[in-house]
T-cell receptor, first 112, second 115 residues
C-alpha cells in the first residue's frame, strides 16, 4: 500500500485559503489520491479525489504534482466549520480488493 | 435518506461479553467495511466484504467476527478475545470494492466502551 505523509497540524485564519500538503512518493500508476475530513466523533466525510489531473468541486481543489508524488488540498475560503482532521489517502488495489488505508492526518484549526 | 446507519451510537461491554455492532446501508453497494479508530489515531481496517456471504480480514481482525448474509447488512461482533475493545467503530461502503476510483461512504460510528 502506498503510504502518505502529512503534517500533524496546521492553523489557518478564517477567510483565508487553507493549503494542506501530502506526500505519497510510492504511489502507483493506477492509484487515486483521496481526501477525507473528520470532525470529532463523526464519520469521515469525502472531500475530493484525483488521479493525475487537478480537480475542483464545491468543497475544495486538489493539486497533484506532475510526478504524482505529492498533492495539496486547497480550501479556498476557510471557515470555522472547516476545523477538522484531514486525511490524505491513496486507494490501493490488493488482488481484487481496493482499500483505503488511513494515516493520522492533519489537524486543521481555523481561527478568527 | 440514502446512506449508512450504524447502531447503537454508544455501547458498553462487560468483561467476557460479546457485543454486536449493527451496520445497514441502502446505497445498493456491494462492498462494506469495518474500521476501528483509537483516540488521536487514524482508521484501521478490521474486515471487509465485497459480496454477500464472503468477507476478508483486514489489518486488525483478531478478536472480531463479521457476517454478510444480506447485501444491506454487515454486523460486527466484538468477541471476548478482543482485549482492548474500547474504540470508535466506523462502518463504510462503496460500489464494488474492486476499483481505485470509488468513494467510500461512512456511517456516523459507534463508540464502544468497556465497563
Amino acid at each position: 500500500d502506498a503510504k502518505t505523509t502529512q503534517p500533524p497540524s496546521m492553523d489557518c485564519a478564517e477567510g483565508r485559503a487553507a493549503n494542506l500538503p501530502c506526500n505519497h512518493s510510492t504511489i502507483s500508476g493506477n492509484e487515486y489520491v483521496y481526501w477525507y475530513r473528520q470532525i470529532h466523533s463523526q464519520g469521515p466525510q469525502y472531500i475530493i479525489h484525483g488521479l493525475k489531473n487537478n480537480e475542483t468541486n464545491e468543497m475544495a481543489s486538489l493539486i497533484i504534482t506532475e510526478d504524482r508524488k505529492s498533492s495539496t488540498l486547497i480550501l479556498p475560503h476557510a471557515t470555522l466549520r472547516d476545523t477538522a482532521v484531514y486525511y490524505c489517502i491513496v486507494r490501493s488495489l490488493t488482488g481484487t480488493a481496493s482499500k483505503l488505508t488511513f494515516g493520522t492526518g492533519t489537524r486543521l484549526q481555523v481561527t478568527l | 435518506d440514502g446512506g449508512i446507519t450504524q447502531s447503537p451510537k454508544y455501547l458498553f461491554r462487560k468483561e467476557g461479553q460479546n457485543v454486536t455492532l449493527s451496520c445497514e446501508q441502502n446505497l445498493n453497494h456491494d462492498a462494506m467495511y469495518w474500521y476501528r479508530q483509537d483516540p488521536g489515531q487514524g482508521l484501521r481496517l478490521i474486515y471487509y466484504s465485497q459480496i454477500v456471504n464472503d468477507f476478508q480480514k483486514g489489518d486488525i481482525a483478531e478478536g472480531y467476527s463479521v457476517s454478510r448474509e444480506k447485501k444491506e447488512s454487515f454486523p460486527l461482533t466484538v468477541t471476548s478475545a478482543q482485549k482492548n475493545p474500547t474504540a470508535f467503530y466506523l462502518c463504510a461502503s462503496s460500489t464494488s470494492g474492486k476499483a481505485t476510483n470509488e468513494k467510500l461512504f461512512f456511517g456516523s460510528g459507534t463508540q464502544l466502551s468497556v465497563l
